[in-house]
């Protein structure tokens, strides 16, 4: 652990409010859904995961080093038969596999990565409540050998709303002895003026000179993974291990997680059962018989989850364009929509709720035009959540052309976040495997990240909760 102290109270509620997950894998709990389950790969029975959980608690309660964690622990899992090499039946494919259940070195593991997530996030959440700690700084750890982009950030400080501390709060993989610390403003002129211990420099137990900080947040380069357990590809910080790219104590990231452990089947009695409104079927004198059917699956989902106020009358039609999958049209000057236009053969329901977002972004949100493009209160956190996304900033990060612009253009994002939030709220099986031939088929990168994995879209789907029951529509 860094030196500096931290209340042990905040960890001890971070880890004490966990629910136990049992897990074949560590891919089988992803990303933020740390920050509500407690885990252990291959700790199938309850039994031992709550030994191992209590173990966990007792390590930071009582401060024991992982020699006591060790030697309290391992008799326990011994007696229980969680130890050494077995076979098991995975899951996920009913098969019989060789793992490594209970060791030292698993225990090590297991000590270090709870521990530190623990302290990390009890660090973060009695910071954030802090006036007067405005700043984050990150710092190395005592670490012998450390990863380059980990010692590029060593130094760095930037405000701590920042959205950097998103995906970079420490630890930031596997071993990782990275941290951070909140500093005052009066601290941050002390540490311009002279600057701070070379703490990659040690000798004799002391840093060894002073190096400047950092105080522009550097471009951050992304990559693509897999999932292997789930098959969902995910974007990722270079720099950062698969699955170690969330802030474990920010209130975005327990607030998400805490939902996740209802799963879908929760939020889906989360909002009314009756939607607000005239109901957004209403609003089309006519639809095209070539895609009569699939618009009608589209408004039904679209009814089910919330109405539309008052919307001017539009046709739905059919299109040979093989320019586009969908367009919604409208008179230049007056802004006003004239008609909506489908020309899909491979998600032609997804692509009908993705033009009526644009359909309501521009003649049923506030504003004349598309309210997504315009700077106002009611609609500013739901983009501000798109924009600070995993996908959209690993769109960002992909080298300029058409394509990638128009994609990062504001409307579409908030079209295609609509798209997704009917296809998340209703669970239609139709919308949810148009969205996976999407985000799993693509060829290109780009068209990849056109949608959100379910994770990380969980903060968007309740923005667009909070703006229709703002609009009367929920």
Not at 69 to 96: N, Q
Request: charged fraction near 25%; glycine fraction near 6%; include cysteine.
């Amino acid at each position: 652990m860094p030196t500096d102290t931290i209340i042990p109270k905040e960890a001890l509620n971070y880890l004490s409010s966990k629910q136990l997950h049992p897990a074949f894998s560590y891919e089988d709990v992803w990303l933020d859904e740390h920050a509500g389950n407690f885990t252990v790969a291959k700790a199938m029975q309850l039994d031992v995961l709550q030994d191992l959980k209590d173990a966990v608690e007792a390590a930071i309660s009582d401060g024991q080093t992982l020699d006591h964690f060790r030697k309290d622990l391992t008799p326990t899992l011994m007696k229980k038969g969680w130890w050494g090499k077995k076979t098991m039946v995975d899951p996920a494919d009913g098969k019989e596999k060789s793992v490594w259940l209970g060791s030292d070195r698993r225990l090590k593991t297991i000590y270090d990565v709870n521990t530190r997530q623990a302290y990390n996030a009890g660090r973060w959440e009695r910071g954030q409540r802090s006036a007067v700690h405005t700043h984050i700084m990150y710092l190395v750890g005592p670490s012998t050998h450390h990863r380059k982009e980990h010692l590029s950030w060593n130094g760095l400080v930037l405000p701590k709303d920042h959205p950097f501390w998103n995906t970079h709060t420490p630890m930031n993989g596997w071993g990782c002895k990275c941290f951070f610390r909140y500093i005052t403003r009066q601290k941050l002129e002390q540490l311009r003026r002279d600057g701070m211990p070379d703490n990659t420099n040690i000798i004799n137990g002391r840093s060894s000179g002073s190096v400047s900080i950092k105080e522009n947040a550097p471009e951050v380069q992304y990559r693509q993974y897999i999932n292997k357990r789930s098959g969902t590809v995910y974007t990722a910080p270079m720099g950062i291990d698969p699955g170690f790219e969330w802030n474990p104590g920010s209130s975005r990231g327990s607030a998400l997680f805490a939902s996740l452990q209802g799963k879908i089947k929760d939020l889906q009695q989360s909002f009314p059962a009756a939607p607000k409104g005239v109901p957004v079927s209403a609003a089309f004198t006519s639809i095209s018989p070539t895609y009569k059917s699939h618009v009608n699956t589209a408004l039904e989902a679209i009814n089910q989850v919330h109405g539309d106020g008052k919307l001017p009358k539009i046709p739905i039609q059919a299109s040979r364009s093989k320019r586009f999958y969908g367009a919604f049209e409208y008179e230049r000057y007056s802004r006003q929509a004239s008609a909506i236009k489908l020309a899909s053969k491979d998600h032609p329901e997804l692509t009908t709720i993705h033009e009526i977002g644009h359909f309501l972004d521009n003649n049923g949100l506030p504003g004349k035009g598309f309210c997504s493009e315009l700077n106002l209160s009611e609609i500013v956190p739901l983009m501000k959540t798109i924009d600070q996304s995993n996908e959209i900033r690993a769109l960002k990060a992909l080298p300029t052309n058409r394509s990638i612009q128009y994609l990062l253009n504001p409307a579409e994002r908030f079209a295609r976040a609509y798209a997704q939030y009917i296809a998340f709220k209703t669970q239609n099986p139709l919308l949810i495997n148009q969205l996976d031939k999407i985000r799993l088929n693509s060829v290109s990168l780009g068209d990849k990240l056109r949608q959100w994995d379910d994770a990380h879209f969980m903060s968007i789907a309740a923005e667009f909760d909070i703006l229709f029951q703002k609009m009367g529509w929920l």
